[in-house]
Structure formats: C-alpha cells, structure tokens
C-alpha cells in the first residue's frame, strides 16, 4: 500500500485538516499518516481558538514517522508561526520526500487568519523550494505577489511570478472568481486549464485541504503532476455535488461519496 503524510494542524469538527487529509486518503486507498502542527477549536461557523503544537513535539512527530514508515508524497497544510515553518522545513531538508505538496494555508473558508504575518515570507523562503507543488488559492496569491487577481490573466502573471521566484510547480485555484472555477496548472514551462463551473452548495468547508491532499496521495500512486492535478479537482467536485449538509455554517464536504 502506497503512504501518504500530512504536516497539518486538526480540525475538531472534521471538515478540514488532517482529518479532512486522513479522509482523502481513505477514499484513495492510501495508508493515512498525519503530524499535527496546530489545534483548532472550529466548527462549520468559524474557528475560535488555536494551540500551536509545541516546536520539539513536531520535530519527534517527523522523525518518527520518516525513520519507520516513509511516506511516498507528503502533504503540507496548515503551519501557523515562522518557527513552526522552519522546523518542518529542517526535517524535509534531511529526509528528503518526494511528491510534496504545500497548501499555504492562511485563512480558512470562514475568514479566520491562520497563518501570522512574519511566518509568510518564510513559508516561501523555506518550503517552497522543497515542494514539488504548490495551490494556493486567489487570496493567498493575492498576498504572496502583492497584486490584484480578477481575471485568466491575472491568474496567469500570478503562477509565472510564483513559479520563477520559488522554483515550483504551481496550481493556482480559480474558484474565488466569479462565474467558472477554472484552475490554472503551471508544471515546468506548460500551461494547463483544469476547467469546471461552480457547484451550487454553499457547503465547501476544507476544499483546500481536500484537493491539496488528493493530488498527494495520486502522487503516492504514481501518477505525475498533470494527472494527479486533474483528478484530485475531479474528486473534489464529486465531494461537493454529493450535496452533504452538517452543522449550521459552510459544512464539509463528503469525502467517501464514491462508496455510497
């Protein structure tokens, strides 16, 4: 069985996070392994507080998890504080994984910042280079370029700045514009539009950690950047179209509608 690792911090309600991760993972048929960086106490209406997880526990978690079970791809989410960054950073410096997938979780689908001003530079700085992939949606490239994304075009100028400063791979996530939830693959010097329309179910709580981890784990299974992309937003809009409905917010999706 192929394995996958999520560096990610949980989600109580378990719409997103490692146990969105896990759940993905499950319905790819690959052994789930998580390292938890942060609690979050949230639910589908928000998150009301953070406990980051201490530097030396992450550091024991990594190193336990690479020196007996070594992943096949890795999924990076949620890493709140600069110090955190440059631990997880460390460790994949040594161990050196492949198939690594950084979502820059900054804020989460209710509007809650997650991760502290400081710790962005050094997210690019530091993981960046060491992922093979990175998804940042329309507001996280937003804040990583410093300009205004309302169009293809923008999107397009977006991942090429991305791609050149960071020496990375980039799918930039087109469902923060109106109309069409288009994303655009930069792999190398190839362009790829991975269309879709928007799905009416305002229920879309943890879609960046679902898509980020289903493209880690159809890397685990060995399929290359461009496939794996297509079919993990694939999955993603089969999870949301299932139409599942909890809580009293934005819910999660149904990571296990392909079993019903």
Known sequence: MRTVLSIAGSDCSGGAGIQADLKTFAAHKVYGMSVITALTAQNTTGVFDIANTPIQNITAQL??????????????????SAKIIEAVADRLAHYKPRGVVLDPVMVSTSGHSLLSRDAVEVLGEKLFPLSDIITP????????????????EDMRRAAAQLAE????NVLL???HLSGRCDDLLLCGDTETWLEGSHIDNPNTHGTGCTLSSAL????????????AAKNAKRYVAGAIAANLDLGRGKGPLNHMYMYE
Not at 63 to 80: E, N, W, Y
Not at 216 to 227: E, F, K, R, S, V
């Open 165 to 168: 400063r960071y020496s990375v």
């Open 173 to 175: 996530k087109g469902g």
């Open 216 to 227: 880690a784990a159809n890397l685990a299974l060995g399929q290359n950047i461009p496939d």
């Open 63 to 80: 190193d336990a998890v690479f020196t007996d079970i070594f992943p096949d791809a890795v999924k990076l989410g949620m890493l709140s």
């Open 137 to 152: 949606n329309i507001p996280e490239a937003e804040l990583l370029c410093g300009f205004e994304i309302s169009s293809n």
